[in-house]
């Protein structure tokens, strides 16, 4: 296992290769099929997707590293020797969300917190990416020993919070991560602050995780998007969103979830809006896109 901490110039070639392909497929798509411009896009989108969607091609901002971890399909029992490696983009440093609230803070709770953070998104942005991390990578990306790891993972999941770690997704199963847990508090009734305080996360966290779960929310039930489009449309992964429609299905109709569906259109709305005038913005003088809302 290694981190790689930059970009390949030759990687940096295949990038643009393959953008200038999938410009030319979102035309031939276009003028061969009849496809709308909207269409165009998403199926250039995909294109990006499928093929960028490899840590080796995609560039990386500071704070970033890229690192090998074990393939999410291989078995529990596979020794590690023996399994596939796949090369993630983890995000180890993000001062804004990292240290947000904690001005005040012992320095022992203020290191914690910032450990957990981080072990929170570098698992969740393995598992988006098809990869696992172990305790060991863990203790070796954060720079402190596996015991210390082990204490922090047992402290989460004494929170409802599960760590999706190579040893938990292989032997206990999924479960909620952080993400999917904010969102289910927030249906339940709890208010960012309190989410904040439940999950150890900073409030800028909160409240972008929320963001992209009142999205998905929206394109399913007002839009009627399918999974792959509403992945797309808000750059969430696969996963993600099933986790998101599951927990919305389930709560929808309990307690305050239905008072949120309010804010969940309005939010909804501004994005859809939005992504609309983007898309008419790049491509002002083609047909009008069925995107677009009015």
């Given amino acids: 296992m290694g981190i790689h901490t930059s970009s390949k110039y ?13 410009q030319q497929m979102k035309q031939e798509a276009i003028n ?31 704070g970033q590293v890229q690192y090998c971890c ?9 020794p590690l020797n023996k399994c596939a490696m796949k090369t993630v983009t983890l995000t180890l440093f993000n001062k804004e969300e990292d240290e ?20 929170m998104r570098i698992c969740d942005e393995a598992v988006d990416q098809g990869g696992l991390l172990t305790h060991e990578d863990l203790a070796s990306l ?18 409802e919070i599960i760590l999706p770690t190579r040893g938990q997704q292989k ?9 999917t847990l904010i969102a289910r508090k927030w249906l339940e009734g709890y208010e960012e602050t309190e989410i904040c305080t439940l999950v150890k996360h900073s409030m800028k966290a909160v409240e ?8 998905v929310v929206f394109l399913r039930r007002e839009k009627k998007f399918t999974d792959h489009e509403i992945a797309m449309v808000t750059g969430s992964s696969s996963g993600l969103v099933r986790k998101h429609l599951e927990i919305y299905q389930e709560l929808k109709s309990h307690g305050i979830a239905e008072h949120r569906m309010e804010e969940i259109s309005l939010k909804g709305s501004e994005f859809y809006r939005e992504q609309g005038e983007k898309k008419d913005l790049q491509q002002p003088n083609s047909a009008k896109l069925t995107w677009s809302a009015k």
């Fill in 208 to 215: 972008n995780y929320l963001q992209t779960f009142k999205r």
């Fill in 70 to 78: 074990v393939v999410d399909s291989e078995g529990a029992g596979k």
């Fill in 32 to 62: 061969g099929t009849g496809m709308s411009p909207w269409e165009g896009e998403i199926l250039s989108q995909m294109i990006e997707d499928r093929f960028l969607g490899d840590a080796e091609l995609r560039s990386i901002v500071p």
């Fill in 10 to 22: 030759k990687s940096q070639t295949k990038r643009l290769q393959i953008k200038t392909l999938a």
């Fill in 100 to 119: 947000q609230g904690l001005s005040s803070a012992s320095y022992k709770t203020r290191q914690k917190t910032l450990r957990q953070r981080r072990m």
């Fill in 142 to 159: 954060l720079m402190c020993d596996v015991k210390t790891i082990g204490r922090d993972v047992k402290e989460l999941k004494e929170r």
């Fill in 171 to 179: 032997d206990i199963g999924p479960g909620l991560t952080h993400r």
